[in-house]
């Protein structure tokens, strides 16, 4: 398998502005998910997808944040209006279903 | 999913075996525990995870001890590529999509 790719790998912002990340996962994974990882901190779970439709959204999760999986292919994370303690490591995974999951190198999102 | 305690970090020198452990007192009958590491600027890597037998492949060793309430990570030769930190982590066998990572041990194998 290729892995699970995400874009950008870094992306810096001014508060108020809107960002998007984009996860291709491992292309015979019916499941894909988003977590979040802040310094020194373990990852914590976003939302998760099984083919295209989103099954489960933590209360971190705000408003602000939104996830697609359009086709069940590849999935999108934007955040609107950033804000400094969206700074953090978003990092995609994917598996089948019940197994392992494979995560990706993540996109580090600086807030200025 | 059970909560885990892991120590914050340990050292280990490079050739020697590192034994990570961890405690999961409140793990019930249908959860597996899971080990991840993460390595610097990478995502979390699965490394072996069990119900109730111990455990081997290609990267570690998973020991549970017979009341499952606690368990221990081998890594047999630590090389100084095996520095990160290690995540223990009890799950629901029913197909659980969620991951509840706690701080993990940072393992440092010093040469």
């Known amino acids: 398998d290729t892995g699970v790719s995400q874009d950008p790998r870094h992306k810096i912002t001014k508060r108020g502005q809107n960002v998007t990340f984009r996860c291709d996962p491992i292309?015979?994974?019916?499941?894909l998910y988003w977590y979040r990882q802040t310094l020194g901190q373990g990852p914590e779970f976003l939302t998760y997808?099984?083919?295209?439709?989103?099954?489960?959204k933590s209360r971190l999760l705000s408003d602000r944040f939104s996830a697609e999986r359009p086709k069940g292919s590849f999935s999108t994370l934007e955040i609107q209006r950033t804000e400094q303690g969206d700074s953090a490591m978003y990092l995609c995974?994917?598996?089948?279903?019940?197994?392992?999951?494979?995560f990706g190198s993540g996109t580090q999102l600086s807030v200025l | 999913d059970a909560k885990t305690t892991q120590p914050t970090s340990m050292d280990c020198a490079e050739g020697r075996a590192a034994n990570l452990p961890c405690n999961h007192s409140?793990?019930?009958?249908?959860?597996?525990v899971y080990w991840y590491r993460q390595i610097h600027s990478q995502g979390p890597q699965y490394i072996i995870h069990?119900?109730?037998n111990n455990e081997t492949n290609e990267m570690a060793s998973l020991i549970i001890t017979e009341d499952r309430k606690s368990s221990t990570l081998i890594l047999p030769h630590a090389t100084l590529r095996d520095t990160a930190v290690y995540y223990c982590i009890v799950r629901s066998g029913a197909g659980s999509y969620q991951l509840t990572f706690g701080k993990g041990t940072k393992l440092s194998v010093i040469p």
């Open positions: 069990g119900l109730k």
């Open positions: 997808f099984q083919n295209e439709a989103q099954l489960e």
């Open positions: 292309s015979e994974h019916n499941r």
């Open positions: 409140t793990i019930s009958g249908n959860e597996y």
């Open positions: 995974a994917s598996s089948r279903l019940g197994e392992k999951l494979f």
